[in-house]
């Protein structure tokens, strides 16, 4: 008898166990129990459009593209389908990208007519995230655009980042050659395409700061002089130890660079710029002085952000290892369930269209947890929801969205 009652407790035990190991790989999987409340779909269904009807408000200077995640193929398509529709009816003729500033002008000289091919081009920006064919073919775009292009009509290409600095310190040297500075000293600061471990970051500092006074004073400068205050803002992120000072001050730096690519381009009788990068970067508000946030500031209703999220994702992501990974997560967002329960597979939502007092129009302007993937991947992410996600008022961080019900991975290519 006893050993009857000893068996069935060990099954009893044994199935309480495989409950809690399908409910803990449930858990891991959906990112929780379940994927969230839905917002009302047939509402919803009423006011998306779709990517090739977005519109921009008349006084608009600055147009950013937000992305949810860096590894999915939808996010990178979208910044060649919105710069299309933007080219076409409302004349902007700069594409600037969370990239590295030099290497972003190695794809500019390339789309101008320069050696080379798409995907080495789009190597030179500085990040594997846009080491794609989704990449490639915005570059693409751009060069076949010029080709045909008049006088004054070019497309451009910037990157308003600053974590990488050999492009942007060859593009130093050039110019110095240009302008005839002598770039000796400057030089010396790197052996090979590494720094020269002989001088600290205060000398190299200091022998760049000397070598902007001096293209200061000459005609056309303004690139290089950019070039060597990249190199300056590089230096002091390089120096910041405190990692929540480190996210401020690159957010801040990237939001003074946005204002001088609108600059240049204005100088051009151009008024309008189009900028992509991750959501928390170009959100007009959040819980960190983000670039987004700043650019609201300085430019008001100027600054004009469209969001994305998505229902699930089989996203492209590094494990700190480096090895990439492709994993599978859900948002939460009652706006992309809305989406996936009304058969869309991508659509733009415009918040400015929606009744303030409808069901979605409240839903929009509730705190909720929208998908937020940045470029690593951990297993303690399948057990803190929050780690991958962000919980905000779509409405107040951006002035639209576009809602992507399947996200897809990127292919990075590891050659040009």
Known sequence: MKT?????????????????????????????????????????????KGVDAISIPANAKVIALGEATHGNAEFQQLKLDVFKNLVENDGVRAFAIEGDFGGCEQVNRYIHGGEGTAHK???????????????????????????????????????????????????????????????????????????????????RAEVIAQIKTQLENKENAEQAVHAAEMLLKYLQLQETKDPNTAI???????????????????????????????????????????????????????????????YKTKCNLPTPSGKRTKQVFYSHDPLAKA???????????????????????????EYSFMGNLGEQYSPMMRLLPPSYRMFQPPAQLYDSMILVTNATPTTIHTEG
């Open 4 to 48: 009857k009652r000893h068996h069935m407790v060990w099954r009893i035990l044994l199935c309480v166990l495989v409950l809690l190991i399908a409910a803990a790989m449930t858990f891991m999987h959906f990112g929780g129990f379940d994927t969230g409340k839905s917002a009302n779909a047939e509402q919803l269904k009423t006011y998306a």
């Open 121 to 203: 081009a789009a190597a030179a920006i500085g990040f594997k995230i846009y080491q794609t064919d989704e990449m490639a073919e915005l570059i693409t775009y751009m060069r076949e655009y010029n080709a045909g292009a008049p006088a004054g009509e070019d497309l451009r290409f910037y990157g308003f980042d600053m974590q990488r600095y050999k492009n942007s310190f060859d593009l130093l040297v050039e110019a110095c050659k240009k302008h005839e500075v002598d770039s000796t000293q400057l030089e010396n600061l790197v052996t090979g395409d590494t720094w020269n471990e002989a001088y600290d970051n205060a000398a």
């Open 248 to 310: 401020d001050l690159r957010d801040a730096f990237m939001a003074e660079n946005v204002e001088w690519i609108l600059q240049q381009e204005q100088a051009l009788d151009r008024e309008k710029i189009f900028i992509t990068g991750h959501n928390s970067h170009v959100a007009k508000w959040g819980s960190y002085n983000a670039m987004g946030k700043l650019l609201e500031t300085s430019l008001g209703d100027a600054y004009y952000v469209i969001g994305t999220d998505f």
């Open 339 to 365: 989406a996936k329960e009304a058969g869309l597979s991508i659509c733009w939502l415009d918040f400015s269209q929606i009744p303030e007092d409808s069901e979605l129009g409240n839903q929009v302007r």
